[in-house]
Antibody, heavy 118, light 108 residues
Framework: QVQLQESGPGLVKPSETLSLTCTVSGGSIKNYYWSWIRQPPGKGLEWIGYIHYSGSTNYNPFLKSRISISVDTSRNQFSLKVSSVTAADTAVYYC????????????WGQGTLVTVSS | EIVLTQSPGTLSLSPGERATLSCRASQSVTSNYLAWYQQKPGQAPRLLIYVASSRATGIPDRFSGSGSGTDFTLTISRLEPEDFAVYYCQQYGNSEVTFGPGTKVDIK
């Protein structure tokens, strides 16, 4: 059973960089795409972007200038960086496996709340 | 960007009733790569349906998906108490993945 776990600071100051890591267990990170999705408090889901285990990426065009997703196959992890954060970046951040040509986002982490505040 | 519109915003029903949720896309969804997710408070979304009509592993058969092109439907044949939640559609046929705003199914 594939499991995903997000980790990283729960509080980030405005204008700084938000950094999160997702650790995949119970299966290899290879042969799949892996995504980040966020949900501001009380709102809907927003796709941030995804990365293939080979390193190719695709980002939400509205966030593209501020985000970076990377993968470390040796550690079975992938990571998200969001630069120049504001209060609007406060959200629960989820990582998920993305079966691009099949079942969509089939495995999700539990999510981690990141608050942007001074 | 493919914009997904879900209706209604809120659906108030009683246990045992049938729920019909709609998801409409601003342009045709490639290969009907349309998924439905259920989300309960404080939990991560859970995949219910993928490629418009295929049930995910472990999903009860009271959940069914249909549709193609730009119009998709999630049907819950008989609502169980645990089905009251928010439901999101997602298209992933376009390289730019998008979610709908969600439909809340609450108890009447």
């Amino acid at each position: 059973q594939v499991q995903l776990q997000e980790s990283g600071p729960g509080l980030v100051k405005p204008s700084e960089t938000l950094s999160l890591t997702c650790t995949v267990s119970g299966g290899s990170i290879k042969n799949y795409y892996w995504s980040w999705i966020r949900q501001p408090p009380g709102k809907g889901l927003e796709w941030i972007g995804y990365i293939h285990y080979s390193g190719s990426t695709n980002y939400n065009p509205f966030l593209k200038s501020r985000i970076s997703i990377s993968v470390d196959t040796s550690r079975n992890q992938f990571s998200l960086k969001v630069s120049s954060v504001t209060a609007a970046d406060t959200a629960v951040y989820y990582c998920a496996r993305f079966d691009y040509y099949g079942s969509g986002s089939d495995y999700w982490g539990q999510g981690t709340l990141v608050t942007v505040s001074s | 960007e493919i914009v997904l519109t879900q209706s209604p915003g809120t659906l108030s029903l009683s246990p045992g009733e049938r729920a019909t949720l709609s998801c409409r896309a601003s342009q045709s969804v490639t290969s009907n790569y349309l998924a439905w997710y259920q989300q309960k408070p404080g939990q991560a979304p859970r995949l219910l349906i993928y490629v418009a009509s295929s049930r995910a592993t472990g999903i009860p058969d009271r959940f069914s998906g249909s549709g193609s092109g730009t119009d998709f439907t999630l049907t819950i044949s008989r609502l169980e108490p645990e089905d009251f939640a928010v439901y999101y559609c997602q298209q992933y046929g376009n390289s730019e993945v998008t979610f709908g705003p969600g439909t809340k199914v609450d108890i009447k």
